[in-house]
């Protein structure tokens, strides 16, 4: 036996070395090769790691961050479950879905029975008031958060699976036709494989229907929220190093935040208002004002397009003006203006950036006139239910300074493309 058919016989069969040789010099080949005859027969195969949908639960730990922490808490499912009353809920669910069969009108009539009832939403919320109170607040998911999460659940299913009209219907609405073939098949299908659980969980209420609300959203090219997985990893990982080793007092604005403008043409990768935002932005950097640009902006102009506003900004401050990846945040997510300013605030909350310091919004003097305006103020709270920061001085036409909150800084599972 050569020295390359041992090292191939050790390498197929995981043998030590020391046994190879052992087993060539005291059998020889052909002992050799029946040994590993035997070790082959009754080698245990491989067991593959199961597989799993990454995206889908990528979207629920992104949106309903909360929910999926506790439901993936073995003790916490355990308390939960053992409720009586959240046993009988879980039964006149599963009976509920059962009803739904040939119901009409179809699919949206199915969708509707996925929804969290307010008998539900209810009998959830004082069990979670008790296993709070048990916990001191500890890993503990609150009720008031259940009531978000729930409402939030519900609307995600309306808008996503019967085509009720969102928030803003122009760019977030379903993108499939509720009363199509397909869709209605998807939707059957999917009932048709809660019917086939083994046995009516009580905690499948709150994981059957998040599941169903991240796989609408899917359905619908919706995924914003799980895009971007790796964004302090690879995008802001240099901004981020920066920042932990950055004497903040050398500068008198922690950041110059650049809201995104996008275009309408589907063709064009960064509007011209947005390229002269970048301008002012880039001429605030050279006198020294901060030691980054924040660049906020996701895909949102036109519907359903694939240029994100925040990563072609980002590409024409390095590519075109020269500047270092150290020095340029990408927040690829917000929407709107209001979002804009709270993605800018969390950005900085994580970079550990000092709260008394303020950072500073350029932008064209449309957009910062309406900024400071009673206007945005009264959006800010009608939708994020909260401000964001508090505005300061104005420098000039373009530039206001703003003091971040941290109000708004928790997850919003009611905007469920940036949440």
């Not at 208002?273 to 996701?298: C, W």
Request: one cysteine or more; charged letters at 20%; proline letters at 8%.
């Amino acid at each position: 036996m050569s020295l390359t058919g041992i090292r191939r016989l050790k390498s197929l069969f995981h043998l030590p070395r020391r046994i190879s040789w052992l087993l060539c010099i005291s059998f020889g080949t052909t002992g050799l090769i029946l040994v590993a005859a035997e070790i082959l027969a009754f080698s245990p195969r491989r067991q593959s790691p199961p597989a799993s949908d990454h995206l889908i639960a990528t979207l629920q730990q992104r949106i309903f961050p909360n929910l999926m922490r506790a439901s993936s808490d073995s003790d916490w499912q355990k308390n939960f479950a053992s409720d009586p009353k959240m046993i009988a809920a879980g039964l006149n669910r599963i009976a509920r879905i059962k009803g739904l069969v040939g119901c009409t009108p179809a699919p949206s009539c199915i969708v509707e029975g996925w929804k969290i009832t307010p008998e539900e939403r209810s009998s959830i919320g004082e069990r979670l008031r008790v296993l709070a109170a048990g916990r001191s607040g500890r890993n503990s998911y609150q009720t008031d958060q259940w009531y978000r999460d729930a409402d939030a659940l519900n609307y995600i299913l309306s808008v996503y699976g019967e085509g009720i009209p969102p928030h803003y219907p122009q760019i977030d609405s379903m993108s499939l036709k509720p009363a199509s073939r397909d869709f209605g098949n998807l939707v059957a299908g999917l009932q048709a494989q809660e019917l086939q659980a083994p046995s009516p969980d009580p905690v499948s209420i709150l994981s059957a229907a998040s599941r169903y609300a991240a796989i609408l959203l899917d359905a619908n090219e919706r995924v914003d929220a799980a895009e971007f997985p790796d964004l302090w990893k690879t995008w802001n990982a240099r901004a981020l190093d920066y920042a932990r080793h950055l004497s903040w007092h050398h500068y008198p604005y922690t950041a110059i935040i650049v809201p995104g403008e996008g275009p309408e043409a589907a063709q064009t990768s960064l509007s011209a208002l947005g390229k002269f935002r970048l301008m002012m932005a880039v001429e605030s950097f050279n006198r020294g004002l901060a030691p980054f640009i924040i660049v906020t902006g996701g895909a949102v102009h036109p519907a359903q397009t694939h240029y994100v506003e925040a990563e072609e900004m980002r590409r024409m401050l390095i590519d075109r003006f020269g500047m270092a990846e150290t020095n340029v945040v990408m927040e690829p997510f917000a929407r709107h203006t209001t979002t804009n300013l709270r993605n800018a605030s969390r950005i900085l909350e994580k970079m550990g950036a000092p709260s008394h310091t303020p950072a500073l919004i350029v932008t064209d003097p449309a957009q910062s006139t309406y900024i400071e305006s009673p206007v945005f103020s009264e959006r800010n709270l009608r939708e994020l239910k909260c401000e964001p920061g508090t505005l300061g001085k104005r420098l000039s036409a373009f530039s206001i300074t703003f003091y971040p909150g941290r109000k708004c800084n928790a997850t919003d599972p009611n905007d469920p493309l940036d949440p």
